[in-house]
């Protein structure tokens, strides 16, 4: 059981350029999430989807896009990067509130460290 | 914004001491409390939660304290072991509002085991 799976692991970005990173879970997940953590920082949501074809902004949405055309994957997207956004981006998944009896348990990847130059 | 923050930001604790990681939040409204363990290069691990309704909660060699009087939270490690060493975060939300999954996370703790 894989969990959740994010690549690519790490990427080197010219400011201006574009890219996706992707994440999938295998744990049959409605919840799924993207945050982002700077260093000596916590983790600030970028955006979240409580079901396929259904996204929402976090806190901290700007310079970013999402999809979620199935249940499995979420890729987030960087259209036009900036050095602000050099960080490590996590993906996460959870089970809706209902499902999970009100235990907001996150199962996270293992991170996608960005540099933007 | 209110936020949840942390005391101390490194804990330099001896191979089979316990160790005490603390939490402040100011958001009165927070209802739910969760704590994640940070490795080095991995992603945060579930550690405990416990809701606003109880004052403590023990697990697998870890217990969480609430006291919602002075909105403090805490998560105490019994005999801290060197697989302890990581980042230790703290991070809430209101669970009657629609934030499920929207937490708020701390600045994280920095945890290291001397043997």
């Known amino acids: 059981n894989a969990g959740v799976t994010q690549t690519p692991k790490f990427r080197i970005l010219k400011i201006g350029q574009s890219m996706t990173l992707q994440c999938t879970q295998d744990?049959?997940?409605?919840?799924m999430y993207w945050y982002r953590q700077d260093p000596g920082m916590g983790l600030k949501l970028i955006y979240y989807s409580v079901g396929a074809g259904i996204t929402d902004k976090g806190e901290v949405p700007n310079g970013y896009n999402v999809s979620r055309s199935t249940t499995e994957d979420f890729p987030l997207r960087l259209e036009l990067a900036a050095p602000s956004q050099t960080s490590v981006y996590f993906c996460a998944s959870s089970y809706s509130p209902t499902e999970a009896s009100g235990a907001n348990v996150l199962t996270f990847g293992a991170g996608s460290r960005l540099t933007v130059l | 914004g209110e936020s949840v923050g942390l005391h101390l930001p490194t804990l330099s604790v001896q191979e089979g001491d316990n160790s005490i990681i603390n939490c402040a939040y100011s958001?009165?409204?927070?209802?739910?409390f969760i704590w994640y363990k940070q490795e080095s290069g991995k992603g945060p691990q579930f550690i405990i939660d416990i809701r606003s309704n109880m004052d403590k909660r023990q697990g697998q060699r870890v217990t969480v304290l609430l006291n919602k009087t002075v909105k403090h939270l805490s998560l105490q490690i019994a005999a801290t072991q060197p697989g302890d060493s990581a980042v230790y975060f703290c991070a809430e939300n209101n669970q009657t509002t629609d934030s499920w999954g929207k937490l708020q996370f701390g600045a994280g703790t920095q945890v290291v085991v001397t043997p």
């Open positions: 958001n009165s409204a927070s209802d739910y």
């Open positions: 744990m049959n997940h409605n919840y």
